[in-house]
């Protein structure tokens, strides 16, 4: 066995805002209040949340969310703020 595997590595689920927005107009998720891993989970886009979820920018977003995750892209943080919304991440420091 060679090679070395960081056994502290950070396992997250990966959701993308297309999703999100589908879940919004099935009806599964209510834009209006703060989307976190429990609606997420409860709307069945999250399994079982490892080390946290991360938000990716693959689809369109047209309805104002805000969403707390631990990470983020830049190309969702920037789809989500035009969209009118917002992202509250550990990991992303918002420029306000």
């Known amino acids: ?3 070395f595997v960081n056994i502290f590595r950070k396992k ?5 805002i297309g ?3 589908k879940s ?4 599964r998720i ?3 209040k703060p989307i976190d891993t429990d609606v997420l989970k409860s709307a069945g886009l999250v399994g079982k949340p490892k080390d946290g979820v991360r ?3 693959n689809g369109d977003i047209t309805a104002s969310i805000e969403i707390h995750v631990v990470g983020a892209s830049s190309s969702a943080v920037s789809a989500v703020e035009k969209a009118g919304g ?3 991440s550990s990991a ?3 420029s306000e």
């Open 1 to 3: 066995k060679r090679g």
């Open 12 to 16: 997250y689920v990966e959701v993308n």
């Open 19 to 21: 999703k999100i927005q």
């Open 24 to 27: 919004i107009d099935d009806g």
């Open 30 to 32: 209510d834009a209006a």
């Open 55 to 57: 938000l990716l920018g």
């Open 86 to 88: 917002s992202v509250v």
């Open 92 to 94: 992303y420091a918002s």
